[in-house]
């Protein structure tokens, strides 16, 4: 199963000294709009997003149809098709993609441990 780039969520108490902090670690931004309350941090393949007040935990995000660099994927598996793939195998959803649709999409698996696992496809 295909599930595309891959990052981790941050739900973050204050942006700029979580950004200030993961700098220091080699990140550097590539995206967002810290006034709207969140920015992406990328450090070679590893992303990492930082979202204040959006949030209650932090989350697993899979993006099918794009590389580890936010690059359109040429094929990928439609995050439709994951999602039935994933109820098929008794995975319970909490939020799903309407089956129907096309283009972007998204649904939400909760781990038993309680993490949410978003697959957010953007294309």
Sequence with gaps: MELGAFSISLAVADIAASRDFYEQ???????????????????????????????ETNIL???????????????????????????????QLVSEA???GTGPASFVAIDPDGNPVLVDQHV
């Design 25 to 55: 670690f080699g990140f550097e931004v590539v995206g967002g709009d810290p006034s709207e309350g969140w920015q992406i941090l990328r450090n070679g393949d590893h992303t990492i997003g930082l979202f204040q007040g959006m949030f």
């Design 61 to 91: 995000t899979f993006n099918p149809g794009w590389d580890s660099q936010a690059r359109p994927l040429g094929a990928f598996t439609d995050v439709r098709e994951l999602q039935r793939q994933l109820k098929a195998r008794g995975v």
């Design 98 to 100: 309407d089956e129907d």
